[in-house]
């Protein structure tokens, strides 16, 4: 497979989005002719009877409306991809983006809010507010440690599902590549250990759901340090992940790598080294997913001696791309039913994924995003 490494992507980014003025819009369901009787049903008069049937049967909007298949994305802009706070105006392209995606792999409709508020009961009560125009809600670019508390209220609060696609769906993709990447170095990921640098939202999701599929040997590093039992300068969101951590050793992420049979990379370029790769366990498992500068370059990790590296690039093999996760995610949550997205249904959906990859190789851990069977498998365990 070829790599294009050479394409300027900020160049034709600029000249797609200026010569169609964005990505998305909106298209009609009934693509016959609306005549004058039809007119009326859709709208004056007809329509107050569907108005009144909502009314008295409030779950009957998923029947009569879009809302069966509209999902709300909604950010605060407050962690723009990797480019921080730009600003509401700034993040809309990146939720049309979102939104582009939801419609192009699960024909799932999906519209961009971007929010001029940042505290989080003000995004709560915003996002409470406009919710019933929506079967769902994927929350986007909300900065840790607020989006932990303003997706939980959300997901108590409302009867549709929500959804932080920056922590959940990276943990799901994160768990299926590990999960075929096991296969080619023939370990237990159970009996591994992992060192994660990077503590913010996907890397506290990440580090919860490879517990919930019984890995606890695992290490977490943030800018300051191993998150230890010696540390007293956490706060209270990496004082609740330490739970899912061992805490037994400090220092910095060259003292947590000794023996690390997997390395996983949310944080920032170049802070991984061959010389930490030569500490690592025989054929270790390097997931460098800072974007769009990883923790360490695939031909760097190779020659180091990584045998499975994997990026957030489409340009190297392995990439690992929340779009394998969230359309289909969402797609069975409407399909189905389902009201709340639980860890169950994140471990089946990382399971489902794993499984489309018959035989996994050191280039090949994780399915395309364009193979057609990822959406209907991830959706198929969404009930």
């Not at 990439?319 to 709340?340: E, M, T, Y």
Request: proline share 6%.
């Amino acid at each position: 497979m070829a790599y294009n490494i050479n394409m300027d992507y900020n160049k034709l980014a600029l000249e797609l989005h200026q010569k169609y003025k964005g990505k998305i819009t909106t298209a009609l369901r009934d693509n016959g002719e609306i005549d004058r009787d039809k007119l009326s049903a859709y709208y004056s008069p007809g329509v107050g009877a569907v108005s009144q049937a909502i009314a008295e049967n409030p779950a009957d909007l998923p029947k009569y409306t879009w809302t069966n298949n509209l999902v709300g994305v909604i950010s605060d802009s407050s962690a723009i991809l990797g480019l921080g706070d730009l600003g509401p105006k700034a993040a809309m392209p990146v939720m049309e983006g979102k939104a582009l995606l939801f419609k192009h792999f699960a024909n799932v409709d999906a519209v961009p809010i971007v929010l001029d508020v940042h505290e989080p009961e003000e995004i709560i009560a915003a996002v409470k507010a406009i919710a019933p125009s929506f079967g769902a809600i994927n929350l986007e670019d909300i900065a840790a440690p607020k989006c932990f508390e303003i997706e939980e209220r959300l997901k108590a609060e409302l009867d549709i599902p929500v959804f932080h696609d920056d922590q959940h769906g990276t943990a799901v993709v994160v768990l299926a590549g590990l999960i075929n990447s096991m296969k080619v170095v023939d370990k237990n990921l159970a009996d591994c250990k992992v060192v994660m640098i990077g503590a913010g939202a996907a890397g506290t999701a990440i580090a919860k759901l490879l517990y919930a599929y019984s890995v606890h040997n695992i290490y977490a590093v943030d800018s300051r340090g191993i998150i230890s039992d010696e540390r007293d300068d956490l706060n209270a969101e990496k004082t609740a992940l330490k739970q899912y951590l061992r805490t037994d050793i400090s220092g910095s992420l060259n003292d947590a790598i000794t023996d690390a049979d997997i390395f996983i990379g949310v944080s920032k370029p170049g802070l991984l080294t061959p010389e930490m790769v030569a500490k690592m366990a025989r054929n270790p498992v390097v997931f460098a997913l800072a974007n769009p500068v990883p923790e360490i370059m695939p031909d760097i990790a190779k020659e180091a001696g990584v045998a499975v590296i994997a990026t957030g690039r489409s340009d190297f093999p392995n990439q690992i791309n929340n779009s394998l996760a969230f359309p289909g995610i969402f797609r069975g949550a409407l399909d189905h039913g389902v009201k709340k997205i639980t860890d169950e249904h994140k471990l089946a959906a990382a399971e489902a994924l794993a499984a489309l990859v018959e035989y996994p190789t050191a280039d090949e851990v994780i399915p395309s995003p364009f193979d057609e069977r990822v959406v209907p498998a991830v959706a198929d365990v969404i009930r």
